[in-house]
């Protein structure tokens, strides 16, 4: 079993009991207590439980919350794979935004872990500031708004505006799907209109796709493709798929291991 899989698993189970022990789960899982011991330590570091004497606690606090650590735990080493090559284009200095999805979650962690100094991150991400709350080097401006719990973002019209206010360098967003025909889309309206705000304010876009995003349309479009500047892919997105891309000018990076 990989070992997203395997953590996936633990998540589930502390959502369903509240707490687990290493024992069980290096039974449950059949790898050693070691690296059930390791996977714990990852999750704690992504601010999934709490490490306990022969187990760990959940930090989730309610149902929506487990929700994000599920949908995070998706396709997990790609995402952070794109979150690395996405910091290569990080300057000191520049004013970048992050959006409310996963994997924009896994640039601020990598951000924060790479040392950069002197950036500043515009978010509309309750996550994203809480990844980056005790970074000395990198200020946080979060947008305000009305917190959605689904997406553990603010959203409304008071988000929406706050981003028009800032002189944003590049912007790193992420989506449901991604097709040449219907464009950059994302599964609700009051998301892609949220989204759209951020093309229209940063003078660079950065789509941040993984594999699974190619070739699915979701319900509301926010933008066509041309509007990105460069896209950051993973290694298992189809050749034809990036050439595709790639035809309509767009530079697109593979985030390797």
Known sequence: MLAQDRRKNIIRLLDEHGSVKVAH???????TEETIRRDLEQLEKDGYLTRTHGGAVKNAVDQQETAFSIRNMHNHEEKRMIGLKAIEFISPGEVIALDASTTALQVAQCLKE???????VIT????VVMALMDSQDITVISTGGVLQHRTMSFVGPI????LSNYNIKKAF???????????ITESTDVQATMKSEFFKAAKEIFLLADHDKFG???LATVAPVS???????????????VEKYRALGIDVVRADR
Request: glycine letters at 10%; one cysteine or more; hydrophobic letters at 40%.
């Open 25 to 31: 789960l290096s039974g449950l899982l059949q790898v």
């Open 114 to 120: 790479s040392g950069k100094k002197d950036i500043v």
């Open 227 to 241: 509007v990105v500047q460069k896209l950051i892919t993973d290694i298992g997105t189809p050749d034809q798929e």
């Open 124 to 127: 509309h991400a309750l996550k």
């Open 173 to 183: 967003v992420s989506c449901k799907g991604l097709t040449v025909e219907e464009g």
């Open 216 to 218: 699915q349309a979701a």
């Open 159 to 162: 988000a929406e505006n706050a």
